[in-house]
């Protein structure tokens, strides 16, 4: 059977551009009604008719709505692996490192209300879980905060962390995280501190040299633990 060519022309065929803009509404619509509703709450009719496209196109491009929800989980963020690879290198030193690692938390920042609404989702995720939190810890904040523990065994020249190391990195990512997690909160107790032009630029100066201040105090408590066993051994 001979298909007729279309009238209408080249012009009026989804382009893959098109294509790639629908999948993005998407997973915009997705994410603002996943954080705001949760899973189980948000209908593929509700998201479609946010990204103004129709319930099929999410079967398209994502499978179905839970296809949708992964691509919204782990898309919205940076790939660990690339952030990793911000602070992980050898040749850093610890401040190049402690950089690295805050750009990883504060450049999501500057996309404003999407920022906020990851960090919702997370949270949603953690109270009416789906599997996908388990999966990210495992994954992503696994790996990230190894590579974390890897640059302080470096600097410290140990080779074996120990639970004072891996407290210390908690400590550190802690506060990258308290930036997304109490983002609301500043606002309200201390709004000057994200409403200036260049005030991720100063988080970032800040954070780095309160980041390398704990990291000095750890380094004193590991000389004076040293020496303390020195003399006991005397």
């Known amino acids: ?7 209408r022309g080249d012009a009026h065929r989804p382009t893959r551009q098109d294509g790639e803009q629908s999948r993005e509404r998407l997973l915009r619509a997705g994410l603002a009604l996943f954080a705001q509703n949760g899973f189980a709450k948000t209908s593929t009719r509700e998201i479609a008719e946010s990204a103004q ?3 099929a196109a999410i079967s398209y ?6 296809g949708l929800y992964r691509a919204v989980f782990f898309e919205s963020q940076g790939s660990p692996a690339d952030e990793i690879a911000r602070y992980s290198g050898t040749e850093l030193s610890l401040a190049q490192a402690l950089r690295g690692l805050y750009a990883s ?11 906020r609404q990851c960090m919702k989702l997370h949270a949603r995720e953690m109270i009416e879980p789906t599997g996908l939190w388990e999966e990210e810890i495992r994954t992503g904040i696994r790996p990230m905060h190894e590579a974390l523990v890897a640059v302080l065994c470096r600097h410290f020249g140990v080779t074996q962390a120990d639970d004072d190391v891996q407290r210390l990195a ?3 990512a802690g ?15 201390a709004p000057s501190l994200n409403t200036q032009p260049d005030s991720l630029d100063l988080w970032m100066e800040r954070l780095v040299m309160y980041a390398e201040a704990m990291v000095a105090a750890e380094s004193r408590r590991r000389k004076r633990n040293t020496l303390s066993q020195g003399d006991r051994k005397k």
């Open 1 to 7: 059977m001979t298909v007729a060519p279309d009238p």
């Open 53 to 55: 496209t129709n319930v």
């Open 61 to 66: 491009y994502f499978g179905d709505k839970a």
């Open 105 to 115: 938390f504060l450049e999501p920042l500057k996309q404003g209300d999407m920022a």
């Open 170 to 172: 908690v400590c550190i």
């Open 175 to 189: 506060l990258g995280v308290h930036m997304h997690v109490g983002r609301d909160v500043t606002d309200v107790i």
